[in-house]
């Protein structure tokens, strides 16, 4: 059952991630639930969670929920604050080619890393209509969980931008499978090819 092992997945991934506070991750994670069930029931046609808004129908459309729970709260925040969001030491800052080349050193120094959550990526690809969100997730605790140093995680360690990468990058190889073997798009760029 398809829909039983990517719940596993979820709730693992959420148990991975919130090691520090355990009860916050699992609030998070049934709040997520919650707001999958705005719109109309697949099976009955009910509206659910929709307060009589025709605009709640179809469900709460990406681009309006991450504005709302991230991008306006981080705005008033810094306007409230009259600062920037990080200050940029200028000798720290590697712009351009120089920039380039530490980052690709970075990856074949962490040739692992990136070898194991590819793979990941494409067995994530290969299942139809998974995407993007759940390999990128799933690889960053996967890197979290096996990196020697996890608390610098949220602070600038390179491993946690190698492995979503890696494995946001090798999901579009997987999904091409189901493509052309059942017709069955894996993704959005699946589907339009």
Partial sequence: NVLGVLSLIFWSL?????????????????????????????????????????????????????????????????????????????????????????????????????LRSSIIGVFIGIIPGAGGAIATFLTYGQAKQTSKHPEQFGKGNVEGVIAPEAASNAKEGGSLLPTLAFGIPGSAGMAML
């Fill in 14 to 114: 959420i148990v991975v991630i919130s090691r520090g506070s355990m009860i916050k991750g699992l609030i998070a994670g049934l709040m997520g639930i919650v707001l999958s069930f705005v719109g109309l029931h697949p099976v009955t046609g009910m509206p659910r969670f929709s307060f009589g808004s025709l605009y709640l129908f179809d469900g709460i459309e990406l681009a309006p929920l991450a504005l709302g729970l991230f991008a306006i709260p981080q705005a008033f925040d810094l306007m409230l604050k009259g600062s920037t969001i990080a200050e940029v030491d200028r000798a720290v800052a590697r712009p351009g080619i120089s920039g380039m080349l530490q980052g690709s050193l970075d990856v074949l120094h962490h040739w692992f890393l990136f």
